[in-house]
């Protein structure tokens, strides 16, 4: 049995198979999730797990050169927007779209991991970089 880090077995497995530039998005309960990307859905009820109890334990497991965010959260939902602007601090490429681009970008992506958050904009695509 795993001792540390993500047990959820099919995000490890995802996380452990990303090459660099890969890219996985986290979204909210609504996000729209196109039919041939997988999806691991951690939604339980409205609310759980949210949106930042994943995505920071995502953040901990992957190296992350560049993060996606939805331009409305700029104005739509500030906590969104506040972890975008500490992810940058933290030394990772931020860029802003609009909600309807950021649901194509999940057209490319590896994995969509659905949460049970019910706020608005809640999504991000994180684009994984490399550890040397």
Known sequence: MKKHG???SDIARVLATLGHTDCIVIGDCG???PD???RIDLALRIGTPSFF???DEVLKDMQVERAVF???VLDRNEAVMARATAMAGNGIGIDYVSHDELKRLSHDARVVIR???ATPYANVVLYAGVIF
């Open 6 to 8: 993500i047990l959820n």
């Open 31 to 33: 996000l729209p999730i």
């Open 36 to 38: 041939h990307v997988e």
């Open 53 to 55: 109890d994943v995505l």
């Open 70 to 72: 939805a331009t409305e």
């Open 115 to 117: 949460t049970g958050e």
